[in-house]
Structures are given as structure tokens and as C-alpha cells.
């Protein structure tokens, strides 16, 4: 079977996806089994893998999901506590007081906190949580679901406390394969991976520090009495500076602890700055800017739901003692990351699996504690006590998380093990190279050396499709490292801009702009945000291939598998 041939059977799963999921409009749910089945048949009848290698892959694909599944638990656990503890209440309070400028107001409650919400929780919280925030205080319904939008960029990498990277990326490479090149050449997979986690984190902080201010001007120019560009641009000083206040530690965070605690540190490092700035004037512009009267808004721009503060638990709460749970999680997070002891003892508790049905390579473990899930599990436990919460309290947080937990799930449990599949294909009786190799050897023999401008566009298309930065890095990782491996350049360095394209890429993911305008009645109305948000997201993609160009051609970065 000719190269070509090879490679469109390879893709013809993730085609089938775009179809199904684009063209179809068929929900996740309904796409995703029969594209888990497809896949299996390829597998089997074109790629000769064995029965019981398919069946070892998808088992393989729902312990990792179990991991993931955790995560997610944990961290919509902690956010739907914290509504029930009245300490979303709190904080959202503790905004309103800040400044009267939309526009200054839209940077510290839809940069800075929706970055720090991204790391705590991911999964498109952030947009879910700052639209709602944002009506709340004064804004129409569709501009700040378009604020909430632009948030899913940046700090979506590190989300869930670095899930994208720590499962993402771990899941999406042949981790057993390249480990053992890695330990031939006298490295190792931790340190790959951190070299991937540090170049994600400087590509984002290049490209993402002007995210505030493209925020402002959409802002003004869109929802503005004037429709005009350069009422945001009068906030260019204050923009940059939040911009900096999330990048920078952003940046050292990602190159000295690791992936998951950029945004999560960033955002909180971010927000006191820049709250406190904003409370002195500090480049604050001395004319405030805000929306025309609310009854000359156009109808298209109103929500159905109305927000108010003190919808949620009215439990009177400081500031302190509301943020003082996301404080925790960054302090565990750290220690646990930092201090060997630590992590060996979490990681004592290990549910392993070795060789799955006798297939070699195929392996699969949970670790339960070191996960971010048993932290943020273990501080939600901590915040029923902290916060004086009543049993039935925490009752309803667990069943509200266990709701949203069973609709992801289901579509993992065919995403995932179909992923694994695609990975494993690589032994076969046809002595065959595995799906994603196949498709990267016919790309880089037709695309050649530019391919690293086009790397982020692949991560982008497929966080619209799945709605997800990690899914996108599981689909593609292999076949992003495959390209480069044949290119001779650096996979690290493709991997890392896969993962910032497929962060950019949410900002037009059809499940997130949904999950956001739900939260302000704009439901049916996604196609006018949607069109607003793929400007932001081509720039991001297209500058961050740019960067991938000049880092690879022009500075040499490199990696200890290049040319093995």
C-alpha cells in the first residue's frame, strides 16, 4: 500500500471526527464511540494489529481516563464547595470595588482571575465562571461572554494544574519508546518533558502577553458607544503591565517547578499585583470608560439570565478566608512537586497495571494522592471545616460534580482508549509503522521544512474539535513528534507548539463558547462570538509557528533525540 494510502487511513479517524462533530453537528457522546469503533477496524483489518492488542490499547486508554476523570472530579469538587461555602460569593464581591472602568474591569476579572481559575479547575471553568461574574457587574451578556472566551488561551496549557501537559502530552507520546531512546542518549523522559513544559510556557508568555489588551479593544470596539479600536487602545499600559504580572512568573514557574503550576501561580501572583495597582490608579487611564446605557443595548447582546451577587450561599466571608482553599492548593501542589519525600510517600499508593493482557509496552498507572485530584480532594475536605459547612452542603457539591463528571466521562471513555490505539498500532503483523507515523512520514515528505508554521493550526483544529486542550494533545502528540523526527528537527520543540496551538484553539471551541453562554441565557447565539473569537485565535497560532520557525532555524534549539 503506497504512503499516501497509509496516511489517509491513518486519518480518516480524526476525519471522520471533524465530520461528525462539524459538519453533522452530531454531539460528542453520539461521535466519539463510533469513531473509537472505525478506529478498532482500521486497526485490525488494515494495520493487521491483533485482537488482543486492540483490546489491551482501550484498556490501556480507560485507566488513563480514570486519572484524568480525578482530576476533573477534583477540581469541579473544590469550585461547586466553594459556591456552596459562599466563597465564590466573596470573591466575586471583592471585585466589584476595585474600578469603574469596564475595561479595567474586564482585565483583572477575565485575565487575571479567569487565568487563575484555569489553573485550578481548566475544562472551560473560566469562561463559565467570569460571564456569569462579569453581567454581574455591569456587562452585556454577549460581551462578556466574549471576554470569557478570550481567557481560553494562554494559561490553558498549565489548566487543571497542568493536566494538557501531565497527562496530555504524557498520554498522546510513546512514552516507553522515546524513554528508552532518551536513556540511550544519557537523558531521560523527565527531562524531555520539562524541556517541552519550559518551551510551552516561554511560547505562551511571547505570544500571550498582548491577550489583555486585544481584550480591551474587542471590548470597545464591538460593545463600545463608538464601536471604536482605540478606546481599548488607550488602556495599553495598564494591558501590558497585567499581561507582564501573569506571564513573568507565568514563564519562571513553568522552567523551575513545572507544568502544573504556571497558571495556577501566575494567575495568583498576577491578580494581587495588579488588583493593588489597579486601587492606586497605577497606569490606570483618568478617563473610565463604559458601555452606552444598558436600555439602548441591542436585544442580540442581552442574556436571559439574570446575575446577581448574592445568588449563591449568602454566608458573610473575607476575602482571606474565601481564597484561602486555592492558596492551599498551590502550597500542596508545591510541596508535593518539590520535596521528594513527599511525592515518594503520595506516590506509595499505586493502582499499576504491567503488560496489559501480555502485550509488552503497554502499561498504565494511577496514583491516586500525587495526582492533583487527591489534593484538591484533600482541600476540599480541609474547606468543609475552614469554611463552617454543613454535611447537606457538601452533599450538593458532590452531586453537582458527579453530574458534570458523568457527561465528560462518557466521551473519554471512547476518546482516550481510541488514542491508545492510534499509539499502539506500531506492532502489527504487517510490520507497519503506527498510525500517527504514518500520517507524519507523508506530511513531512509533502510539506517539508515550513511545517513548523502549520504545527499549532494541527493543535488548534483539534481543541475546536474536542473541546479540550488535553484531548488535542493526546490525538496529536505522536503524530507532531513523528513530523519532526522525520524532519530531523527538534520534537520537543513541535510538541510544545502543538500545545499552545491547541491552547489557542479554545477560544473557538464550540463546548466552551456553549458551557459560557449557558451561564448567561445566549444560548443559540454562538456563531456571533465565535466569529469575533477566531480572529485572536489565528494570531495566536500564526505567531506562535512563527516563533517555532525561529526558534528551530534561526536560534538551533534542539533536543537529545534529534537525528536518533
Not at 30 to 46: E, N
Amino acid at each position: 500500500m503506497s504512503s499516501g494510502m497509509l496516511a489517509l487511513f491513518a486519518f480518516s479517524p480524526i476525519l471522520l471526527a471533524a465530520v461528525l462533530l462539524i459538519g453533522l453537528r452530531w454531539p460528542a457522546s453520539r461521535a466519539m464511540p463510533l469513531v473509537y469503533l472505525v478506529t478498532g477496524a482500521i486497526a485490525l483489518f488494515v494495520w493487521d494489529m491483533s485482537f488482543n492488542r486492540i483490546i489491551a490499547s482501550t484498556l490501556q486508554g480507560l485507566v488513563i481516563t480514570l486519572g484524568l476523570l480525578w482530576i476533573i472530579f477534583g477540581a469541579i469538587l473544590l469550585l461547586n464547595t466553594l459556591k456552596h461555602s459562599g466563597g465564590i460569593t466573596a470573591i466575586r464581591a471583592g471585585f466589584t470595588t476595585i474600578s469603574v472602568d469596564r475595561r479595567i474591569q474586564a482585565i483583572i476579572i477575565g485575565w487575571l482571575f479567569g487565568c487563575f481559575i484555569e489553573g485550578a479547575s481548566g475544562f472551560g471553568t473560566p469562561a463559565a465562571i467570569a460571564a456569569p461574574l462579569l453581567v454581574a457587574v455591569g456587562f452585556p451578556a454577549m460581551a462578556a461572554v466574549l471576554v470569557g472566551m478570550l481567557v481560553q488561551s494562554t494559561p490553558v496549557s498549565f489548566g487543571a494544574v497542568g493536566t494538557p501537559i501531565v497527562v496530555g502530552i504524557n498520554s498522546g507520546l510513546d512514552t516507553a519508546t522515546l524513554g528508552a531512546q532518551l536513556a540511550a542518549q544519557g537523558s531521560s523522559w523527565d527531562i524531555f518533558l520539562q524541556q517541552i513544559t519550559s518551551s510551552v510556557a516561554i511560547t505562551h508568555a511571547i505570544v500571550g502577553t498582548v491577550m489583555p489588551l486585544v481584550m480591551a479593544m474587542m471590548l470597545t470596539r464591538f460593545f463600545g458607544k463608538e464601536k471604536s479600536w482605540k478606546a481599548g487602545l488607550e488602556v495599553l499600559p495598564f494591558a501590558i503591565f497585567a499581561g507582564l504580572a501573569f506571564t513573568l512568573p507565568y514563564v519562571a514557574t513553568g522552567v523551575f517547578l513545572g507544568p502544573e503550576f504556571p497558571s495556577l501561580l501566575g494567575g495568583l501572583i498576577g491578580l494581587a499585583i495588579v488588583t493593588t495597582a489597579a486601587r492606586f490608579n497605577f497606569l490606570v487611564p483618568k478617563t473610565p470608560w463604559d458601555f452606552a446605557d444598558s436600555k439602548d443595548w441591542p436585544s442580540d447582546w442581552m442574556g436571559s439570565i439574570e446575575m446577581k451577587l448574592d445568588e449563591m450561599t449568602a454566608r458573610p466571608m473575607s476575602a482571606l478566608r474565601a481564597w484561602l482553599p486555592y492558596v492551599l492548593v498551590g502550597l500542596l501542589l508545591v510541596i508535593s512537586r518539590v520535596f521528594p519525600q513527599v511525592g515518594a510517600a503520595l506516590k506509595s499508593v499505586t493502582i499499576a497495571f504491567a503488560n496489559i493482557l501480555g502485550e509488552a509496552g503497554i502499561n498504565a498507572s494511577i496514583e491516586p494522592l500525587y495526582l492533583p485530584g487527591g489534593i484538591l480532594v484533600a482541600v476540599v475536605l480541609i474547606t468543609f471545616v475552614l469554611h463552617g459547612m454543613r454535611a447537606a452542603e457538601l452533599k450538593a457539591a458532590v452531586k453537582e460534580s458527579s453530574s458534570v463528571l458523568l457527561s465528560a466521562g462518557f466521551v473519554l471513555l471512547f476518546t482516550v482508549p481510541m488514542v491508545r490505539i492510534l499509539i499502539n498500532s506500531g506492532i502489527n503483523a504487517g510490520d507497519l509503522p503506527s498510525m500517527p507515523i504514518a500520517m507524519a512520514r507523508y506530511v513531512a515528505d509533502s510539506v517539508g521544512g515550513i511545517y513548523p508554521l502549520l504545527a499549532p493550526t494541527v493543535g488548534a483544529l483539534g481543541a475546536f474539535l474536542a473541546g479540550s486542550n488535553t484531548v488535542s494533545n493526546m490525538m496529536f502528540s505522536q503524530f507532531q513528534y513523528g513530523v519532526a523526527h522525520n524532519l530531523g528537527i527538534s520534537g520537543a520543540m513541535i510538541v510544545a507548539t502543538q500545545a499552545v496551538g491547541a491552547a489557542a484553539g479554545n477560544m473557538v471551541a464550540i463546548h466552551n463558547v456553549v458551557a459560557a453562554s449557558a451561564t448567561v441565557g445566549l444560548l443559540g447565539r454562538e456563531g456571533q462570538t465565535l466569529r469575533k473569537t477566531v480572529w485572536p485565535t489565528l494570531y495566536y497560532v500564526l505567531f506562535t509557528g512563527a516563533i517555532g520557525l525561529i526558534a528551530i532555524y534561526l536560534l538551533g534549539v534542539t533536543d537529545p533525540l534529534v537525528g536518533v
